[in-house]
Protein backbone atom coordinates (compact mmCIF):
# COMPACT_ATOMS: atom_id res chain seq x y z
CA UNK A 1 0.00 0.00 0.00
CA UNK A 2 1.43 3.36 -0.76
CA UNK A 3 1.10 6.63 1.82
CA UNK A 4 -0.91 9.40 0.41
CA UNK A 5 1.21 12.67 0.44
CA UNK A 6 -0.62 15.22 2.43
CA UNK A 7 0.05 18.84 2.24
CA UNK A 8 -0.84 20.33 5.45
CA UNK A 9 0.02 19.24 9.08
CA UNK A 10 -3.08 16.82 10.89
CA UNK A 11 -4.30 18.06 14.49
CA UNK A 12 -3.07 14.55 15.09
CA UNK A 13 0.55 14.97 13.35
CA UNK A 14 0.84 18.69 15.50
CA UNK A 15 0.04 16.49 19.12
CA UNK A 16 2.65 14.14 17.98
CA UNK A 17 5.36 16.73 17.00
CA UNK A 18 4.29 19.12 20.11
CA UNK A 19 5.08 15.84 22.17
CA UNK A 20 8.42 15.40 21.30
CA UNK A 21 9.45 18.88 21.47
CA UNK A 22 10.86 20.55 24.66
CA UNK A 23 8.07 22.23 26.97
CA UNK A 24 9.03 25.59 26.35
CA UNK A 25 8.87 25.24 22.67
CA UNK A 26 5.91 23.46 23.03
CA UNK A 27 3.90 26.33 24.90
CA UNK A 28 5.40 28.69 22.44
CA UNK A 29 3.96 27.28 19.52
CA UNK A 30 0.48 26.57 21.47
CA UNK A 31 0.50 30.21 23.01
CA UNK A 32 1.30 31.57 19.57
CA UNK A 33 -1.67 29.72 17.71
CA UNK A 34 -3.92 31.11 20.45
CA UNK A 35 -2.67 34.62 20.14
CA UNK A 36 -3.40 34.29 15.96
CA UNK A 37 -6.46 32.24 16.47
CA UNK A 38 -4.84 29.39 14.02
CA UNK A 39 -4.60 26.02 14.38
CA UNK A 40 -1.65 24.93 15.99
CA UNK A 41 -0.81 22.63 13.06
CA UNK A 42 -0.37 25.78 11.10
CA UNK A 43 1.86 27.37 13.72
CA UNK A 44 3.77 24.50 13.15
CA UNK A 45 4.04 24.57 9.69
CA UNK A 46 4.67 28.40 9.64
CA UNK A 47 7.87 28.06 12.53
CA UNK A 48 8.90 25.46 9.80
CA UNK A 49 8.84 27.37 6.75
CA UNK A 50 10.14 30.69 8.17
CA UNK A 51 13.24 28.39 9.65
CA UNK A 52 13.93 27.29 6.00
CA UNK A 53 12.78 30.34 4.32
CA UNK A 54 13.12 33.72 6.03
CA UNK A 55 10.68 35.09 3.18
CA UNK A 56 8.26 32.83 3.62
CA UNK A 57 4.59 33.54 4.91
CA UNK A 58 3.84 29.53 4.86
CA UNK A 59 4.59 26.15 3.78
CA UNK A 60 3.41 26.77 0.46
CA UNK A 61 5.81 29.49 -0.19
CA UNK A 62 9.00 28.38 1.34
CA UNK A 63 11.66 27.67 -1.51
CA UNK A 64 14.69 26.83 1.07
CA UNK A 65 17.78 28.83 0.88
CA UNK A 66 16.30 31.91 -0.28
CA UNK A 67 15.81 33.69 3.07
CA UNK A 68 19.76 33.61 3.57
Not at 12 to 27: F, H, Y
Not at 46 to 53: E, R, W
Request: proline residues 4%; glycine residues 6%; charged residues 25%.
Amino acid sequence: MQAKLQEQLTSADAEVILGRLPERIRQALIARATEIEYPVEAVIEMAIASFLDTEALGFADCKPGRGQ
